[in-house]
Protein backbone atom coordinates (compact mmCIF):
# COMPACT_ATOMS: atom_id res chain seq x y z
CA UNK A 1 0.00 0.00 0.00
CA UNK A 2 1.81 3.39 -0.68
CA UNK A 3 1.66 5.91 1.58
CA UNK A 4 -0.38 9.07 1.09
CA UNK A 5 1.31 12.53 3.13
CA UNK A 6 -0.97 15.68 2.43
CA UNK A 7 0.81 19.09 3.39
CA UNK A 8 -1.35 22.66 3.47
CA UNK A 9 0.24 23.91 -0.03
CA UNK A 10 2.96 23.53 -2.48
CA UNK A 11 5.38 25.50 -0.35
CA UNK A 12 5.33 23.61 2.57
CA UNK A 13 5.40 20.34 0.01
CA UNK A 14 8.44 21.14 -1.29
CA UNK A 15 9.89 21.76 2.44
CA UNK A 16 8.68 18.76 3.92
CA UNK A 17 10.19 16.58 1.11
CA UNK A 18 13.16 18.22 1.68
CA UNK A 19 13.78 17.92 5.17
CA UNK A 20 12.97 14.16 4.34
CA UNK A 21 14.96 13.86 1.43
CA UNK A 22 17.89 14.92 3.48
CA UNK A 23 17.30 12.65 6.14
CA UNK A 24 16.86 9.72 3.94
CA UNK A 25 19.72 10.03 1.83
CA UNK A 26 21.47 10.48 5.48
CA UNK A 27 20.26 7.24 6.44
CA UNK A 28 21.66 5.54 3.30
CA UNK A 29 24.92 6.74 4.07
CA UNK A 30 24.82 5.72 7.39
CA UNK A 31 24.37 2.18 6.08
CA UNK A 32 26.11 1.79 2.71
CA UNK A 33 28.74 5.15 2.47
CA UNK A 34 27.38 6.39 -0.03
CA UNK A 35 23.36 7.13 -1.39
CA UNK A 36 21.66 7.77 -4.42
CA UNK A 37 19.03 10.00 -5.59
CA UNK A 38 17.35 9.68 -8.98
CA UNK A 39 15.66 13.45 -9.93
CA UNK A 40 12.89 14.53 -11.37
CA UNK A 41 11.91 18.08 -13.55
CA UNK A 42 8.78 19.70 -12.93
CA UNK A 43 7.80 22.71 -10.99
CA UNK A 44 7.43 20.81 -7.46
CA UNK A 45 10.34 18.70 -8.12
CA UNK A 46 12.88 21.59 -8.75
CA UNK A 47 11.07 23.60 -5.99
CA UNK A 48 11.89 20.38 -3.40
CA UNK A 49 15.77 20.90 -4.87
CA UNK A 50 15.65 24.20 -3.96
CA UNK A 51 14.57 23.80 -0.57
CA UNK A 52 17.41 20.69 -0.38
CA UNK A 53 19.76 23.32 -0.99
CA UNK A 54 18.31 25.37 1.97
CA UNK A 55 17.85 22.64 4.55
CA UNK A 56 21.96 21.39 3.53
CA UNK A 57 22.84 24.95 4.41
CA UNK A 58 21.41 24.40 7.73
CA UNK A 59 24.27 23.51 10.75
CA UNK A 60 22.22 21.52 13.12
CA UNK A 61 20.75 19.13 10.13
CA UNK A 62 21.76 15.92 9.57
CA UNK A 63 24.16 15.81 7.67
CA UNK A 64 24.47 14.63 3.65
CA UNK A 65 27.89 14.13 2.63
CA UNK A 66 27.42 15.53 -0.86
CA UNK A 67 30.50 14.40 -2.24
CA UNK A 68 29.21 10.15 -1.79
CA UNK A 69 25.76 11.24 -3.07
CA UNK A 70 25.08 9.59 -6.90
CA UNK A 71 22.57 11.61 -8.84
CA UNK A 72 20.33 10.16 -11.35
CA UNK A 73 17.66 11.29 -13.76
CA UNK A 74 13.97 9.95 -14.39
CA UNK A 75 13.97 11.83 -17.53
CA UNK A 76 15.32 14.95 -19.16
CA UNK A 77 14.54 16.55 -22.65
CA UNK A 78 16.85 15.98 -25.82
CA UNK A 79 17.39 19.44 -26.10
CA UNK A 80 20.76 21.07 -26.34
CA UNK A 81 22.56 21.09 -22.71
CA UNK A 82 22.32 24.96 -22.59
CA UNK A 83 18.75 24.96 -22.75
CA UNK A 84 16.40 26.28 -20.46
CA UNK A 85 14.20 22.98 -21.20
CA UNK A 86 16.72 20.76 -19.81
CA UNK A 87 15.42 19.00 -16.11
CA UNK A 88 19.36 18.61 -15.56
CA UNK A 89 19.80 22.40 -15.97
CA UNK A 90 17.32 23.35 -13.30
CA UNK A 91 18.66 20.78 -11.37
CA UNK A 92 22.40 22.27 -11.41
CA UNK A 93 21.16 25.98 -10.72
CA UNK A 94 18.97 24.70 -7.90
CA UNK A 95 20.76 22.27 -5.88
CA UNK A 96 23.76 20.25 -7.37
CA UNK A 97 26.30 23.38 -8.02
CA UNK A 98 25.37 25.15 -4.55
CA UNK A 99 26.11 21.86 -2.75
CA UNK A 100 29.14 20.91 -4.60
CA UNK A 101 28.31 17.62 -5.99
CA UNK A 102 31.43 15.96 -7.58
CA UNK A 103 31.21 16.15 -11.48
CA UNK A 104 31.78 12.02 -11.66
CA UNK A 105 28.72 11.15 -8.87
CA UNK A 106 26.40 13.93 -11.81
CA UNK A 107 24.81 11.02 -14.16
CA UNK A 108 23.19 13.48 -16.45
CA UNK A 109 21.15 11.86 -19.44
CA UNK A 110 22.45 13.25 -22.92
CA UNK A 111 21.58 16.51 -24.47
CA UNK A 112 21.01 16.54 -28.22
CA UNK A 113 24.25 18.82 -28.83
CA UNK A 114 26.42 15.83 -27.24
CA UNK A 115 27.86 12.59 -28.33
CA UNK A 116 24.75 11.65 -29.51
CA UNK A 117 22.35 12.86 -32.61
CA UNK A 118 19.54 9.84 -31.87
CA UNK A 119 17.56 9.34 -28.86
CA UNK A 120 17.31 5.93 -29.01
CA UNK A 121 21.21 5.95 -28.95
CA UNK A 122 21.20 8.20 -25.75
CA UNK A 123 18.83 5.64 -24.40
CA UNK A 124 20.95 2.91 -24.82
CA UNK A 125 24.22 4.79 -23.60
CA UNK A 126 22.09 6.00 -20.49
CA UNK A 127 21.31 2.08 -19.79
CA UNK A 128 24.66 1.20 -20.48
CA UNK A 129 25.70 3.70 -17.71
CA UNK A 130 23.62 2.49 -15.61
CA UNK A 131 24.89 -1.22 -15.60
CA UNK A 132 28.71 0.38 -15.36
CA UNK A 133 27.59 1.89 -12.04
CA UNK A 134 25.64 -1.31 -10.70
CA UNK A 135 28.02 -3.53 -12.01
CA UNK A 136 28.16 -7.25 -11.08
CA UNK A 137 25.91 -8.43 -14.07
CA UNK A 138 23.02 -5.81 -13.22
CA UNK A 139 21.40 -3.51 -15.03
CA UNK A 140 20.51 -1.37 -12.48
CA UNK A 141 22.72 0.24 -9.58
CA UNK A 142 20.74 0.74 -6.11
CA UNK A 143 18.48 3.72 -6.12
CA UNK A 144 17.68 4.90 -2.69
CA UNK A 145 15.56 7.43 -3.65
CA UNK A 146 13.42 7.95 -7.10
CA UNK A 147 11.86 10.98 -7.56
CA UNK A 148 9.12 11.61 -9.70
CA UNK A 149 6.73 14.36 -10.82
CA UNK A 150 3.14 13.33 -12.53
CA UNK A 151 1.39 15.49 -15.17
CA UNK A 152 -2.11 16.23 -15.14
CA UNK A 153 -3.24 13.20 -17.51
CA UNK A 154 -0.90 11.36 -15.42
CA UNK A 155 2.83 11.12 -17.15
CA UNK A 156 5.58 10.02 -14.87
CA UNK A 157 9.22 10.82 -15.67
CA UNK A 158 8.52 11.08 -19.79
CA UNK A 159 6.00 8.06 -20.05
CA UNK A 160 3.07 9.40 -21.41
CA UNK A 161 -0.21 7.62 -21.36
CA UNK A 162 -1.04 5.21 -24.17
CA UNK A 163 2.36 5.99 -25.63
CA UNK A 164 5.16 3.07 -26.91
CA UNK A 165 7.12 4.04 -23.46
CA UNK A 166 4.29 2.79 -21.40
CA UNK A 167 4.69 -0.67 -22.47
CA UNK A 168 8.49 -0.70 -22.72
CA UNK A 169 10.32 -3.19 -20.99
CA UNK A 170 13.51 -1.83 -21.14
CA UNK A 171 15.38 0.61 -18.43
CA UNK A 172 15.85 3.23 -20.58
CA UNK A 173 13.73 4.72 -23.40
CA UNK A 174 13.68 7.54 -25.98
CA UNK A 175 10.33 9.27 -26.66
CA UNK A 176 9.64 10.75 -29.39
CA UNK A 177 6.56 12.72 -30.31
CA UNK A 178 6.07 13.28 -27.10
CA UNK A 179 2.56 15.73 -26.49
CA UNK A 180 3.88 17.91 -23.99
CA UNK A 181 6.60 19.80 -25.71
CA UNK A 182 9.81 19.50 -26.27
CA UNK A 183 8.90 16.12 -27.98
CA UNK A 184 11.89 14.61 -27.74
CA UNK A 185 13.24 13.30 -24.48
CA UNK A 186 14.98 9.81 -22.64
CA UNK A 187 13.02 8.44 -19.63
CA UNK A 188 13.71 5.56 -17.75
CA UNK A 189 11.21 2.99 -18.25
CA UNK A 190 8.94 1.15 -15.76
CA UNK A 191 11.27 -1.60 -15.15
CA UNK A 192 14.13 0.96 -13.96
CA UNK A 193 11.55 3.15 -11.87
CA UNK A 194 10.01 0.42 -10.13
CA UNK A 195 13.71 -1.32 -9.21
CA UNK A 196 14.42 2.01 -6.79
CA UNK A 197 14.27 1.30 -3.05
CA UNK A 198 11.63 4.11 -2.41
CA UNK A 199 9.81 6.11 -4.89
CA UNK A 200 7.83 9.56 -4.22
CA UNK A 201 5.54 11.30 -6.26
CA UNK A 202 5.50 14.75 -5.38
CA UNK A 203 2.14 16.02 -6.82
CA UNK A 204 0.67 19.89 -6.23
CA UNK A 205 -2.03 21.66 -7.62
CA UNK A 206 -5.76 21.28 -8.36
CA UNK A 207 -5.35 20.19 -11.55
CA UNK A 208 -3.94 17.08 -11.11
CA UNK A 209 -6.31 15.97 -8.65
CA UNK A 210 -8.04 13.56 -10.71
CA UNK A 211 -4.91 11.70 -11.72
CA UNK A 212 -3.87 11.53 -8.51
CA UNK A 213 -7.31 9.94 -7.28
CA UNK A 214 -7.10 7.68 -10.22
CA UNK A 215 -3.54 6.09 -9.83
CA UNK A 216 -4.27 5.44 -6.13
CA UNK A 217 -7.31 3.79 -7.14
CA UNK A 218 -7.56 -0.13 -7.85
CA UNK A 219 -7.79 -1.06 -11.51
CA UNK A 220 -6.22 2.29 -12.98
CA UNK A 221 -4.46 1.09 -16.26
CA UNK A 222 -0.78 2.07 -16.28
CA UNK A 223 -0.71 2.52 -20.11
CA UNK A 224 -3.07 4.93 -19.71
CA UNK A 225 -2.04 6.53 -16.25
CA UNK A 226 1.41 5.52 -15.52
CA UNK A 227 1.39 7.19 -12.15
CA UNK A 228 -0.64 3.97 -11.97
CA UNK A 229 2.29 1.89 -12.25
CA UNK A 230 4.59 3.19 -10.16
CA UNK A 231 5.90 1.37 -7.07
CA UNK A 232 8.98 1.30 -5.02
CA UNK A 233 10.44 -1.86 -3.62
CA UNK A 234 10.35 -0.92 -0.17
CA UNK A 235 8.05 2.29 -0.62
CA UNK A 236 5.83 4.13 -2.37
CA UNK A 237 5.41 6.99 -1.33
CA UNK A 238 2.76 9.63 -2.30
CA UNK A 239 3.42 13.50 -1.31
CA UNK A 240 0.84 15.94 -2.15
CA UNK A 241 -0.17 19.35 -1.61
CA UNK A 242 -4.71 19.94 -0.73
CA UNK A 243 -5.13 20.96 -4.03
CA UNK A 244 -3.68 17.36 -5.75
CA UNK A 245 -5.14 15.76 -2.78
CA UNK A 246 -8.45 17.12 -3.10
CA UNK A 247 -10.39 14.50 -5.22
CA UNK A 248 -9.05 11.48 -2.82
CA UNK A 249 -11.95 9.39 -0.58
CA UNK A 250 -12.20 10.56 2.45
CA UNK A 251 -10.75 8.51 4.88
CA UNK A 252 -12.95 5.88 6.25
CA UNK A 253 -14.63 6.77 9.89
O1 LIG B 1 7.75 17.07 -18.56
C1 LIG B 1 7.88 16.82 -17.39
O2 LIG B 1 6.82 16.96 -16.55
C2 LIG B 1 6.76 16.32 -15.28
C3 LIG B 1 5.78 17.09 -14.39
O3 LIG B 1 6.12 18.46 -14.40
P1 LIG B 1 5.27 19.55 -13.59
O4 LIG B 1 5.89 20.87 -13.93
O5 LIG B 1 3.85 19.44 -14.04
O6 LIG B 1 5.42 19.20 -12.13
C4 LIG B 1 8.13 16.13 -14.68
O7 LIG B 1 8.02 15.28 -13.58
C5 LIG B 1 9.10 15.55 -15.70
O8 LIG B 1 10.38 15.34 -15.13
C6 LIG B 1 9.21 16.52 -16.82
O9 LIG B 1 10.16 16.16 -17.79
Known amino acids: MPDVVVEVDAAHLARSVAEALVARLAAAQAVHGTASVVLTGGGIGTAVLEEVADVAAEPVRETVDWA ?15 DDERNEKAARRALLDVVGVPAARVHAMPASDGEFAEPEDAAAWYADELAAAAGDGRALPRFDVLLLGMGPEGHVASIFPGTPAARDERPVVAVRDCPK ?14 AAEEVWLLVSGEAKAPAVAAALAEGTDPVQLPAAGVRGVRATRWLLDRAAAGKLPAPPG
Open 181 to 194: PPPTRVSLGFSAIN
Open 68 to 82: AVDVWWGDDRFVPAA
